[in-house]
């Protein structure tokens, strides 16, 4: 499957825990977005990342969540200590280049906090 | 600030049918449009794009036009299918921006047989 690859699908987390998101992108892509969909919303800029850097954050709330795209490995966005509000999908896209178009989306991961 | 609108929630048609679904914007700076397709449960997928540069663009069953001057777009299928049932998302991305893609809410298109 050479598709952007999230994992894991469903994540359920109590108030005050840590969620970490992981995403592949498709091969021979390296530049990644991360987007939040809340219930009856359309999607969310998060931020976007390439290789190392982050280029663009200005979706990103300012306090318990970060991202990252190292060298080597997937995409993660990570939320600590969690609120009911962060419940949501979060979907990942990749392109091969900046100016390259459509995004190509994965299937999301879908988050719980009890 | 809903910069990208989607003001139909639903559009129900029959098969065989032409499907017409709209989308309004208010940042004159978008030049670039891009329709996706979402069923439950999975990812948007691609559907067609269009450059600011033109008026229409056409991929099979599916139309895209784009009126500037109303700041408008539409996306026409015909003839409608009941595979096309889903969630239809409009998104914009800005000149000279960082290519993050701006998306209206979505209009649930149904189609009968």
């Known amino acids: 499957n050479a598709g952007v690859m999230q994992n894991p699908r469903h994540l359920v987390r109590r108030r005050g825990q840590e969620a970490r998101l992981r995403c592949s992108p498709m091969k021979g892509h390296s530049h990644v977005y991360w987007y939040r969909q809340l219930p009856e919303e359309g999607l969310k800029f998060m931020v976007y990342l390439q290789k190392e850097n982050i280029i663009d954050e200005s979706g990103m709330p300012k306090e318990r969540f970060s991202a990252e795209f190292p060298k080597e490995g997937p995409s993660i966005l990570r939320i600590q200590q969690v609120v009911r509000g962060d419940s949501a999908a979060y979907f990942c896209?990749?392109?091969?280049?900046?100016?390259?178009?459509?995004?190509?989306f994965g299937d999301g991961t879908r988050l719980s906090i009890l | 600030d809903q910069q990208v609108k989607q003001n139909s929630p639903s559009l129900s048609v029959q098969e065989g049918r032409i499907s017409i679904l709209n989308c309004d914007y208010t940042n004159s700076m978008f030049d670039y449009f891009l329709w996706y397709k979402k069923y439950p449960a999975e990812g948007p997928t691609f559907l067609i794009s269009i450059s600011s540069i033109k008026d229409k663009n056409e991929d099979g069953r599916f139309t895209v036009f784009l009126n500037k001057s109303a700041k408008h777009l539409s996306l026409h299928i015909v003839p409608s299918q009941p595979g096309d049932s889903a969630v239809y998302f409009c998104?914009?991305?800005?000149?000279?921006?960082?290519?993050?893609?701006?998306f209206g809410k979505g209009t649930k298109l149904t189609v009968n047989p």
């Open positions: 896209a990749s392109s091969r280049d900046r100016a390259d178009q459509p995004q190509h």
């Open positions: 998104a914009a991305r800005r000149e000279g921006g960082s290519e993050k893609l701006v």
